[in-house]
Nanobody, 123 residues
Framework: QVQLVESGGGSVQAGGSLRLSCAASGDTDGVFCMGWFRQAPGKEREGVADIIRRTGNIEYADSVKGRFTISQDNAKNMVYLQMNSLKPEDTAIYYC????????????????WGQGTQVTVSS
């Protein structure tokens, strides 16, 4: 099992930037993939980006391509989400997730989740 703690959320104006961090602890050697998800009020949780721990292969949701960047520091067991050109529709709680065997933007594939961090973008 992996414990995940997100940080870095906050309130920004449209066009601004935020950098989210996710600290992983526990059985991190067993992690195959790390993902960032978000959930807006009244909406389902959706995948934003994911990264394969060993290879660094990355996938983005179409809605964030060119604006968000996922990265990792395996030595520190950290995953980051740099969010630029933020839009009001990016407002959501952002979650970090980990899985031991699969990777993708479906929330059903991930075993471990953080508590989330709120991102609010005003127009």
């Amino acid at each position: 099992q992996v414990q995940l703690v997100e940080s870095g959320g906050g309130s920004v104006q449209a066009g601004g930037s935020l950098r989210l961090s996710c600290a992983a602890s526990g059985d991190t050697d067993g992690v195959f993939c790390m993902g960032w998800f978000r959930q807006a009020p009244g909406k389902e949780r959706e995948g934003v980006a994911d990264i394969i721990r060993r290879t660094g292969n990355i996938e983005y949701a179409d809605s964030v391509k060119g604006r968000f960047t996922i990265s990792q520091d395996n030595a520190k067991n950290m995953v980051y989400l740099q969010m630029n050109s933020l839009k009001p529709e990016d407002t959501a709680i952002y979650y970090c997730a980990a899985d031991s065997s699969t990777c993708g933007l479906s929330r059903y594939w991930y075993d471990d989740w953080g508590q989330g961090t709120q991102v609010t973008v005003s127009s």
